[in-house]
């Protein structure tokens, strides 16, 4: 029985390849590497082909076994969903209602979706646990919202089991510089600290200096990849086991701002960040922090990555992949 990963190419996706690959599992990866890079994907078979064609997805699933399908092929830009919600809307929902026809049409009923702290909206409570209303004030968030419910009905009527992760800020990569963060263009505040560090540009543009938080920056919660990747593996193995369908915020509980994150970010690298404050970006709340009780407790998960093991991890691969 192998694990079809869908989005394997790109950033998380491929880090939860190599994890579960390392675990023991046979991994199956599909991706129309739209997005993604076919250089990410070194462990298990590697199929490029689209979500949305059902006659593909219908071949890929009848002529293997698999048991559980990781879903991380959506496009994932705040900023853009609001300029162009149409893709959002096409790719992250249509086409993942055809991937899930695929596996009903096949008789795979495990599925393990990649949700967001988007689809929660302007926090009202933090840290944000499961219990948090779902208010998103962005179409990339709603778009992930719309899945999310999608799938309680879908269990109910066709026994479609679901594991939800809402992540908060994946950040950091590969401990051995294997594989990265790799997004073109980058827009992802990491990478654009060390895109301007090494002086791809003059500046980081700080997207608002007004927020009610404590440095008038926003707030976010920054997760290591690898602590992803393991709350996967436990999140399907729980699914499988227990048959059961449920969600799990995946976050640290600590939040930092973007002020803060430069800060780290300049010691980390030992260079001097210029910044450049700007207007504020559409769609981004003030604070977003995970709770990570419910996961601890039920999946006896823990992050085990620091935020300045996320900055150097990603610095090191940065600077491997742009041969510095
Ligand atoms: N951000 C910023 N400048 C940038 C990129 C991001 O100030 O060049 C801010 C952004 O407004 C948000 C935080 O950094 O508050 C994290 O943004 P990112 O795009 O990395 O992740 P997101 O929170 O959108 O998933």
């Known amino acids: 029985m192998s694990i079809l990963i869908v989005g394997g190419a ?36 590697f199929l490029q082909g689209d979500i949305g064609d059902i006659d593909f997805m219908n071949e890929v699933f009848s002529s ?7 879903h991380f092929a959506a496009f994932a830009y705040v900023g853009e969903s609001v300029i162009m919600p149409a893709e959002y809307y096409k790719n992250n929902v249509v086409k993942t209602m055809t ?8 008789g795979v009923n495990n ?21 948090h209303v779902q208010n998103p004030i962005n179409p990339y ?21 679901s594991c939800i992760f809402r992540y908060f800020n994946a950040s950091g990569a590969d401990p051995e510089t294997e594989i990265g963060e790799w997004h073109e263009p980058e827009t992802h505040l ?29 707030v976010r919660d920054y997760i290591h990849v690898y602590d992803l990747a393991e709350a996967h593996k436990l999140g399907m193995e729980r699914l499988i086991s227990t048959g ?15 002020r803060e994150i430069i800060d780290i970010a300049g010691k980390v690298t030992g260079k001097a960040i210029k910044t450049s404050e700007v207007k504020r970006r559409e769609g981004d ?20 990555f620091s935020l300045e093991d996320s900055i150097s991890t990603a610095w090191k691969w940065y600077l491997k992949k742009e041969k510095i």
């Open 244 to 258: 059961i369908s449920d969600h799990y915020n995946l976050g640290c509980g600590k939040g930092f701002s973007v």
């Open 64 to 70: 293997r076994r698999i048991e559980a399908v990781m």
């Open 111 to 131: 599925f393990i979706f990649s949700s967001t702290c988007a689809a929660f909206g302007e926090a009202v409570e933090i840290p944000i646990t499961e219990f």
């Open 285 to 304: 709340p003030p604070v977003l922090i995970g709770s990570m009780q419910k996961a601890e407790s039920l999946l006896k998960w823990k992050p085990q």
């Open 99 to 106: 991937l899930l026809d695929s596996m009903m049409n096949n």
């Open 190 to 218: 990491i990478p654009i600290i060390f895109e301007t560090a090494t002086g791809k540009h003059q500046a980081v543009n700080i997207f608002g200096t007004d927020y009610p938080t404590t440095d008038g920056t926003c």
């Open 141 to 161: 968030g709603f778009t992930k919202l719309v899945v999310e419910r999608l799938l309680k009905d879908y269990d109910r009527a066709y026994g479609l089991r």
């Open 10 to 45: 790109g950033y998380i996706g491929s880090h939860v390849n190599k994890y579960l690959n390392r675990e023991g599992y046979d991994t199956v990866v599909v991706d129309n590497l739209c997005k993604g890079h076919r250089e990410s994907v070194r462990w298990g078979e």
